[in-house]
Nanobody
């Protein structure tokens, strides 16, 4: 029943910004735990950011200080604001549900009850 749809990807120059969106349906937002992951060909998915209903956020080390995850409950939309983009950020980006708590969501499999993925949106950062 959970349906996630990402959008906002594209091609940008290094140093520029991009905001990704994930429209959520079939998932109660009174209690939530959501995240963003990214993947490049031949590699596993890398945790980028997570947020839960305790107001806690978690970020991957490579994006701390540059990316911000937020949830607009009224619009049922999860966002990932990406600033100061680098070529290394080039990847397919996916939003995901359902973790238990954000602090361990990016590195601990046990922090996830189930994993629902969106279809992904591709980001290319040119040097």
């Amino acid at each position: 029943q959970v349906h996630l749809v990402e959008s906002g990807g594209g091609s940008v120059q290094a140093g520029e910004s991009l905001r990704l969106s994930c429209i959520i349906s079939g998932y109660g937002l009174d209690s939530y735990c959501l995240g963003w992951f990214r993947q490049t060909p031949g590699n596993d998915k890398e945790g980028v950011a997570a947020i839960d209903n305790d107001g806690i956020t978690s970020y991957g080390e490579s994006v701390k200080g540059r990316f911000t995850i937020t949830l607009d409950k009224a619009k049922s939309t999860l966002y990932l604001q990406m600033n100061s983009l680098k070529p290394e950020d080039t990847a397919m980006y996916y939003c995901a549900a359902d973790c238990t708590t954000a602090p361990q969501a990016l590195s601990t499999p046990a922090a996830w009850r189930s994993v629902y993925w969106g279809q992904g949106t591709h980001v290319t950062v040119l040097s």
